[in-house]
C-alpha cells in the first residue's frame, strides 16, 4: 500500500511541475523581454521579439495566447506523467 502511496504523490509532483515549467519558462522569457523594451534602441527588437512569440502561442492557443500556453503546459504536464509512469515502473522492474 504504501508503493502506491509514494507513486501516487510522486506523480501528482511530477505532474505540478510539469505544467508550472512552460509557464514559468514562457513567463519569464516575456518580463525579460519586456525589461530589455526599457533600454534607449532596443524597443523595436523587443517589440518584434514579443510579438513573434506571442503568435506561436496563438497558433496553440486557436487565437488567444493565454491559451496556448495553457494547452503546451498539459500537454508537457501529460507527457511528464508518462515518463514518471514509465520510470516507476522500469524502477520496480530492476529493483
Known sequence: MTILVNFLRSLLLTIIFSFVAPLFLF????SIIFLVGYFPGLQGVTE????????????FG??????GIFVISLTCSFVGALFETYAYYRYQILR
Not at 27 to 30: F, P
Not at 48 to 59: D, G, K, R, S, W
Not at 62 to 67: F, K, L, R
Open 48 to 59: 518584434a521579439i514579443a510579438n513573434h512569440i506571442l503568435q506561436f502561442l496563438t497558433i
Open 27 to 30: 513567463g519569464g522569457l516575456l
Open 62 to 67: 486557436s487565437g488567444a495566447p493565454i491559451e
